[in-house]
């Protein structure tokens, strides 16, 4: 009868030699010899932390990143007070552009009426044609029963522009004022019976432009500011109903509704619409001497 060998009894974490090894011994062998070495030497075990070498290279990291940190401030200051400062210089110029064209537009209509009496004194009805254009021109300031509409950006841009799209491309512009809403409810005063009408005040003519550039809209190269107030002059008992029954009442709703941008409207019993800023022809014919040549003549002629 034979017996076997007993068995040599198995480890309950035997499974887990791994773990256990690294909670047994924490230390590498590779660092516990460096460290056997380090001792036996007459050194100790490790370096300690508190080395002054250690000390000294962390201070000097210190110093470079507080100098890296203040040199990045001030050139970030230095680009805010550089800003600052354009920004007051461009302001005191067209403060003093503004004046210029005020006094411009006070000696033009000074000249106009200096023509329109030497023009009735020499035919009447030759100073009657010409005061007529002059108004149609925007060449004198005019005043009368107006019709204002205001528009200005919505208090927070962006948004969500759910319903109808009466703009294009919005992109972030949603709750902006931009260039061509100021085209279409300009076009609209127009096509509803307005007579004269002016942007913060500055006339449109027929060689008037609205466009945006940058960041601003410009009326004529000149720069607008918010909100934006056009005011008409015309017929008050039609020309309100007309646009708001019309296109441009249309579309400023759809501003309102759907991108929120702020508008109101307001009849006044009287406005002043001013002359405009920049008026004047690059070349005129008398009418005889454009038909004359246009005249065909036989000099020249091989045939």
């Not at 044609?129 to 205001?150: C, K, N």
């Amino acid at each position: 009868m034979s017996h076997e060998a007993p068995r040599p009894s198995r480890r309950p974490d035997a499974s887990m030699t791994l773990i256990t090894s690294m909670l047994e011994r924490p230390l590498d062998p590779g660092y516990a010899a460096a460290a056997e070495r380090r001792e036996s030497a007459g050194l100790p075990r490790a370096t300690s932390l508190r080395s002054w070498r250690l000390i000294v290279f962390a201070v000097i990291i210190g110093v470079l990143v507080g100098i890296a940190a203040m040199q990045l401030r001030g050139s970030e200051t230095n680009r805010q007070k550089t800003k600052a400062s354009l920004i007051e210089r461009i302001e005191k110029e067209q403060a003093v552009v503004d004046s210029r064209v005020g006094e411009a537009g006070a000696l033009r209509s000074e000249i106009a009426a200096l023509d329109a009496e030497t023009l009735r004194q020499v035919s009447g009805d030759l100073a009657a044609d010409v005061e007529r254009l002059s108004l149609v021109a925007g060449a004198v300031p005019v005043q009368g029963p107006g019709f204002v509409v205001t528009v200005d950006d919505a208090p927070s841009a962006g948004g969500d522009g759910s319903n109808a799209l009466p703009r294009e491309e919005t992109e972030d512009t949603d709750g902006e004022v931009l260039d061509r809403d100021l085209q279409i409810l300009t076009n609209s005063l127009w096509e509803a019976g307005a007579e004269a009408i002016s942007v913060n005040g500055q006339r449109l003519t027929t060689t008037a432009s609205i466009r945006f550039a940058g960041e601003a809209i410009l009326v004529d190269f000149r720069p607008l500011k918010r909100p934006y107030v056009i005011t008409a002059i015309g017929n008050p008992g039609t020309l309100p109903a007309r646009f708001a029954n019309g296109s441009g009442g249309t579309y400023l709703s759809t501003l309102k509704s759907s991108f929120g941008i702020r508008a109101e409207t307001v009849v006044r019993a009287r406005v002043t619409i001013p002359a405009a800023a920049t008026l004047g022809t690059r070349e005129a014919v008398p009418a005889d001497r454009v038909n004359d040549s246009a005249t065909p003549t036989s000099e020249g002629d091989s045939s």
